[in-house]
Structures are given as structure tokens and as C-alpha cells.
T-cell receptor
Framework: EAQVTQNPRYLITVTGKKLTVTCSQN?????MSWYRQDPGLGLRQIYY???????DKGDVPEGYKVSRKEKRNFPLILESPSPNQTSLYFC?????????????FGPGTRLTVL | RKEVEQDPGPFNVPEGATVAFNCTYS??????FFWYRQDCRKEPKLLMS???SGNEDGRFTAQLNRASQYISLLIRDSKLSDSATYLC??????????FGKGTLLTVNP
């Protein structure tokens, strides 16, 4: 089954404690990205990657890091989380090619930073 | 002008009603257009792509007007199960998706 998985699904942490949210896709997609979703602000892109070892900033990259060492994985790293990073996070992937290709989303990670 | 702007909603309609969502986008170089559906706090899922010629999928009809930079979605004979947030999404030349803030639809019995 084609899917994007994220872990953990729920996380409560404290300010300053480094954390990583994993994202994996089994569709051999080149393009992966991370979004955060906040009430009244919609989905905003944090970082994206167009292929292995190629990453770039999205609209709201501050406070986040990513890596793309393998095609299937695209972890999101918060080196020193702060309360304003409390949000719902989605990882997504799609094939690079036809412009109408579907973007597949993971189930989301609900992060609370105290 | 915001990159992708949608009706703020929310929309509350009775079952069987026809409801229309409107969306405008600011970047004339945008290449692809979509409507996504998002159920409460779940991941967005593609509802349909939008083509210049207009396209239909059952009760759903999408239209694109590139000259006016306007996208629409029409739902006919709405069902309770259509209740969700509808997201207008635009893709640029770098494959980046830009999302509207979404319009919440509630279909009432």
C-alpha cells in the first residue's frame, strides 16, 4: 500500500529538548516536504527536498532542520523546541514529473512544546 | 494580495443543497491547481485536480480561469459526508504547493 508514515503521532515535550519527527514514504518519490498547520494560518511549508542530499527552505524554516540521506526518509529536527512550535505537522511526498501528480500526506504529528 | 485566497466561510448547508467555493491566486506563473479535502485534524487528501477546460467527478465540478486567476469548486446534492474543510491548492514551477486557508463546510440533516 502506497503510504507516508510519520512518527511519533503525538508528542508532548519541554522547551529546549531536542526532538526528531521521522517521515518515510514507500513510493520512491523524489520530492518530499514538511508543513505545519496552525489555526487561522493554514498549511505552511517548512522545508522541502527535491531529491537525496538536496534540501531547501520553505516559508517558515526558522527553528527547524531536515536531512535527506535516503530517498525514502525525510526527518524533521527541532534542535531547541519552543512553545511557538506547538503545531500539527504533516510530511508529504510526490513524484517529480507530471505537474498533476498527487501529493501524498502522512497522518500528521501533533506536537506540544511546554 | 495573498498567494492563495479562499472564501473564509464557514458554510452551513442542508443536505441536497448546491454549494460553491471560490479561490483566487496571485502568481500568474502557477502551473497546477487542485482541491483538497481535510477532515478534522486529519491529513489533506486530494479531491480533484483542476483543468482549464473544467472537469467533473460525480457531484463535484471544478473550474479554472487562468485569465482571472480564479478557481472554483461546485458540489451538487451535498451529503452529510461532504462535511469537511476544502483547501484550494496551487503548484508553482518548483513543485511547491501553496495552500489556501481552507473553507469549512458543514452539511446538516
Amino acid at each position: 500500500e502506497a503510504q507516508v508514515t510519520q512518527n511519533p503521532r503525538y508528542l508532548i515535550t519541554v522547551t529546549g529538548k531536542k526532538l526528531t519527527v521521522t517521515c518515510s514514504q514507500n513510493m520512491n518519490h523524489e520530492y518530499m516536504s514538511w508543513y505545519r498547520q496552525d489555526p487561522g494560518l493554514g498549511l505552511r511549508q517548512i522545508y522541502y527536498s527535491m531529491n537525496v542530499e538536496v534540501t531547501d527552505k520553505g516559508d517558515v524554516p526558522e527553528g527547524y532542520k531536515v536531512s535527506r540521506k535516503e530517498k525514502r526518509n525525510f526527518p524533521l529536527i527541532l534542535e531547541s523546541p519552543s512553545p511557538n512550535q506547538t503545531s500539527l505537522y504533516f510530511c508529504a511526498s510526490h513524484r517529480q514529473g507530471a505537474s498533476t501528480d498527487t501529493q501524498y500526506f502522512g497522518p500528521g504529528t501533533r506536537l506540544t512544546v511546554l | 494580495r495573498k498567494e492563495v485566497e479562499q472564501d473564509p466561510g464557514p458554510f452551513n448547508v442542508p443536505e441536497g443543497a448546491t454549494v460553491a467555493f471560490n479561490c483566487t491566486y496571485s502568481n500568474s506563473a502557477s502551473q497546477s491547481f487542485f482541491w483538497y479535502r481535510q477532515d478534522c485534524r486529519k491529513e489533506p487528501k486530494l479531491l480533484m485536480s483542476v483543468y482549464s477546460s473544467g472537469n467533473e467527478d460525480g457531484r463535484f465540478t471544478a473550474q479554472l480561469n487562468r485569465a482571472s486567476q480564479y478557481i472554483s469548486l461546485l458540489i451538487r446534492d451535498s451529503k452529510l459526508s461532504d462535511s469537511a474543510t476544502y483547501l484550494c491548492v496551487v503548484r508553482g514551477s518548483n513543485y511547491k504547493l501553496t495552500f489556501g486557508k481552507g473553507t469549512l463546510l458543514t452539511v446538516n440533516p
